[in-house]
Antibody
Framework: EVQLVESGGGLVQPGGSLRLSCAAS????????MNWVRQAPGKGLEWVSV???????SYTDSVKGRFTISKDNSKNTVYLQMNSLRAEDTALYYC??????????WGQGTLVTVSS | QSALTQPPSVSGSPGQSVTISCTGT?????????VSWYQQPPGTAPKLMIY???NRPSGVPDRFSGSKSGNTASLTISGLQTEDEADYYC??????????FGTGTKVTVL
């Protein structure tokens, strides 16, 4: 059974950093494209980043240079390092498994709040 | 990358059909048959309902169908049921090798 469990969210001051984790089970992140998608409170979904099976990455413009996606194949875990956080980064961050351009499994999300 | 445009809300009585539009550009919806639809009831994670414009994952009722014409994709729910009440989002692959979601549509069953 596929499972995705996010962790690492919390309250952080503007300019601060957080690292989110997404622990996967039931499949191998080594051979899978993995994404982060966020949802600000009361707002819609926003794609954030992807890491390909070969380790290549892509980001939405608003987080380029501030966020870094990575993975540890031995731990079957994907990470999102978030630096220089802004109030507008406040959101529920979902980890999503990608399968040929569709997000077929989602975690339950971890909440990031950026506030002083 | 601007969000795809969806109507804020649609509604229908049980048994009726509703259609949600999703309008993008030549750089996303218009160029790729990689449009997906997601259902998100309140307080839950999104669930894949349609992929590659018109394909249903196993377990999704055939009341849900998708289509595309030009830069606009559509999701139709036929025979609306109370459990269909949720937010729905479209998504498309883009020419920038990224993804873009729609603005979201709240479906209300009257």
């Amino acid at each position: 059974e596929v499972q995705l469990v996010e962790s690492g969210g919390g309250l952080v001051q503007p300019g601060g950093s957080l690292r989110l984790s997404c622990a996967a089970s039931g499949f191998n992140v080594k051979t899978t494209y993995m994404n982060w998608v966020r949802q600000a409170p009361g707002k819609g979904l926003e794609w954030v980043s992807v890491i390909y099976n070969n380790g290549g990455t892509s980001y939405t413009d608003s987080v380029k240079g501030r966020f870094t996606i990575s993975k540890d194949n031995s731990k079957n875990t994907v990470y999102l390092q978030m630096n220089s956080l802004r109030a507008e980064d406040t959101a529920l961050y979902y980890c999503a498994k990608e399968n040929y351009n569709k997000f077929d499994f989602w975690g339950q999300g971890t909440l990031v709040t950026v506030s002083s | 990358q601007s969000a795809l445009t969806q109507p804020p809300s649609v509604s229908g009585s049980p048994g009726q059909s509703v259609t949600i539009s999703c309008t993008g550009t030549d750089s996303d919806v218009g160029s790729y048959n990689r449009v997906s639809w997601y259902q998100q009831p309140p307080g839950t994670a999104p669930k894949l309902m349609i992929y590659d414009v018109s394909n249903r994952p196993s377990g999704v009722p055939d009341r849900f169908s998708g289509s595309k014409s030009g830069n606009t994709a559509s999701l139709t729910i036929s025979g609306l049921q109370t459990e269909d009440e949720a937010d729905y989002y479209c998504s498309s692959y883009t020419s920038s090798r990224t993804y873009v979601f729609g603005t979201g549509t709240k479906v209300t069953v009257l």
